[in-house]
């Protein structure tokens, strides 16, 4: 199991990230949380199996539609807020 956090700019609140993201990462199988900054980055903590991690990441990185993505950052694995079997959108 591996674990990694990103933290995801552009134009990325208000545009369905946040539940995009948690869509994204049930079908992947993956746990973890997704919550908005108010600087208006949205930062994401997810753990799973290696290469669906990569997958994740990658697909971050290009977003939903309606989303600009200027970057994703890794960010040191928070377990804070995570739940066993579930991704969940924190306020």
Known sequence: MA???????????GVGFRWWTRS?????????TVRNMPDGAVVVHARGAEDTL?????????????????SVQPLPFSAAGVVDGEFVILR
């Open 3 to 13: 674990e990694a956090g990103y933290r995801v700019t552009g134009r990325v609140q």
């Open 24 to 32: 994204l990462a049930t079908r992947l199988e993956l746990t973890g």
């Open 54 to 70: 990569a997958r994740f990441h990658v697909e971050l990185a290009d977003g939903p539609p309606g989303a600009r993505v200027d």
